[in-house]
């Protein structure tokens, strides 16, 4: 049994969060002040881990810190209300929206950045199962970097196995999706850190993986185009090599 935590990270973030109170950034006064984001930022950038929308920070999230995180988030976007000239203490449908759009970031939608990976059991291929696999459609839910837009679609997965290949239960898929797209995204992006996963948890010899969506602030704003979808693939290992066996799946994924 195992996980997708890697031990080297792990080892390498409990020195850093042990020498954290001798970091000047622990010391300084931004870190020590109230705002929990500040004390998260400082953790980070002592220990050098990039914090991109797409990145999961939950090693530098102490026990607790969500929820405070969220009120601050709810005071910022308040803030942001105020901003876009909003009455926020007399307008009833809008008293409440800080908070509520917080929650939705924090716990919801951007969730994928602050929570540790799904626990992803993984047994032997004791059948020696070395066929195509495919998994999918995958509903996806997620949202751009760039306008925090809405993206909307499904992701297939093709897993070619070798003998000392794990595997892992149907379910366990949609749960790894889910993590990686609850975070401000970009579709191309997605699905490498979808396949990074996989590849490290299942070790296959061939691993696909296609992604349609629909984006949001292509219909909302922009362009205003209701027809476009984006799709992009991903093929690695023996779906590389093999043109029949990428035919294969992409063959499936039209009768799907
Ligand atoms: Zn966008």
């Known amino acids: 049994m195992n996980t997708l935590t890697k031990p080297l990270t792990l080892s390498l973030t409990t020195e850093a969060l042990t020498t954290e109170a001798l970091t000047p950034e622990a010391l300084a006064p931004a870190a020590a002040g109230s705002a ?12 050098g881990e990039r914090y991109f929308a797409n990145d999961n920070i939950s090693e530098f999230v102490h026990d607790g810190e969500l929820d405070a995180l969220q009120e601050e988030v709810a005071g910022e976007l308040r803030k942001v209300l105020n901003a876009l000239v909003i009455d926020v203490e007399h307008d009833h449908n809008s008293q409440d929206t800080a908070r509520r759009v917080a929650k939705m970031f924090v716990q919801e939608v951007f969730r994928g950045r602050y929570v540790a990976p799904p626990p992803l059991t993984e047994f032997p291929n004791v059948s020696q199962l070395n066929e195509l696999m495919t ?30 290949s794990n595997l892992i239960g149907l379910s366990k898929y949609a749960r790894l999706v889910e993590w990686v797209m609850s975070r401000p995204q970009i579709q191309e992006e997605a699905v490498a850190q979808l396949a990074d996963s996989l590849e490290e948890s299942m070790n296959p010899n061939g691993l696909a993986i296609v992604m349609e969506a629909d984006h949001f602030c292509m219909h909302w704003r922009g362009v205003k185009d209701d027809g476009s979808k984006m799709t992009n693939s991903i093929m690695r290992g023996a779906f590389l090599e093999d043109s029949s066996l990428r035919r294969e799946f992409l063959s499936l994924l039209k009768s799907a």
């Open 135 to 164: 998994v999918g459609p995958i509903k996806v839910r997620s949202a751009c970097s760039h306008h925090l837009c809405p993206i909307i679609g499904k992701v297939w997965v093709g897993v070619l196995p070798n003998g000392e």
């Open 36 to 47: 929990v984001s500040a004390r998260i930022r400082a953790r980070l950038e002592a220990a």
